[in-house]
């Protein structure tokens, strides 16, 4: 049982690069999201998804695209990195209830120069 | 829009002193969530409190949520090395189905030994 992860840990990127970062959880949980992290901001919702074939759009959506074809899989795509997307982003995962417990990836770092 | 507030920011003790670190908003939660997050790791949940004025403790930790369900605070007696992390609260909210978090600042804590 792995939990989440998440491929790649690094990344550089030179501006205008396209990239996509995956995440697996093997737990069968129904919701899954992307966060970003920066100093000083805690972490923002970029998109989230609570099924297979839907995803919504988050707190700080602009410039990044998702999709969730699989239960297990959630992708977040950026088609043309910008120096402000220099970050270190996180995916969740969780199920359905009143908890809210979410349960994080070990992160990827990726700096665009 | 930063909904919660963490303070201090940064806090550096001593190996055996008490802190406290606290969680504020001016929006009312169904839930709060405190988090710590090590160095090149995801955030791992500590606690879940969700009734107003409600005191869950943890071994040294001690966790309340208040009684409006806007604020929340953390307390740790006799800090130890091993405490040393970034300390994120979390809030839920009623309605929807999505189990959307929303993140506050994060307070950064060194214990020294």
């Known amino acids: 049982n792995a939990g989440v992860t998440q491929t790649p840990k690094f990344r550089v990127l030179k501006t205008g690069q396209s990239m996509t970062l995956l995440c697996a959880q093997d737990?069968?949980?129904?919701?899954m999201y992307w966060y970003r992290q920066d100093p000083g901001m805690g972490l923002r919702l970029i998109h989230y998804?609570?099924?297979?074939?839907?995803?919504a759009k988050g707190e700080v959506p602009d410039g990044y695209n998702v999709s969730r074809l699989k239960k297990q899989n959630f992708l977040l795509g950026l088609e043309s990195a910008a120096p402000s997307q220099t970050s270190v982003y996180f995916c969740?995962?969780?199920?359905?209830?009143?908890?809210?417990?979410?349960?994080f990836g070990p992160g990827t770092r990726l700096t665009v120069t | 829009t930063q909904l919660l507030e963490q303070s201090p920011q940064f806090l550096s003790i001593q190996e055996g002193e008490n802190l406290t670190v606290y969680c504020n908003s001016s929006?009312?939660?169904?839930?709060l969530q405190w988090y710590r997050q090590e160095p090149g790791e995801g955030p791992v949940l500590l606690v879940t409190?969700?009734?107003?004025?409600e005191v869950k403790k943890l071994k040294r930790l001690t966790f309340q949520f208040g009684d409006a369900r806007k604020d929340s605070s953390l307390h740790i007696t006799a800090a130890q090395p091993g405490d040393t992390g970034l300390y994120l609260c979390?809030?839920?909210?009623?309605?929807?189905?999505?189990?959307?978090?929303?993140f506050g600042t994060g307070t950064l804590l060194a214990v020294q030994p």
């Open positions: 737990m069968n949980h129904e919701y």
């Open positions: 998804s609570v099924g297979e074939g839907t995803t």
């Open positions: 969740a995962s969780t199920y359905p209830g009143k908890s809210y417990e979410q349960y």
């Open positions: 409190v969700v009734t107003g004025g």
């Open positions: 929006s009312v939660f169904s839930s």
């Open positions: 979390a809030g839920g909210r009623y309605g929807g189905a999505t189990n959307k978090l929303i």
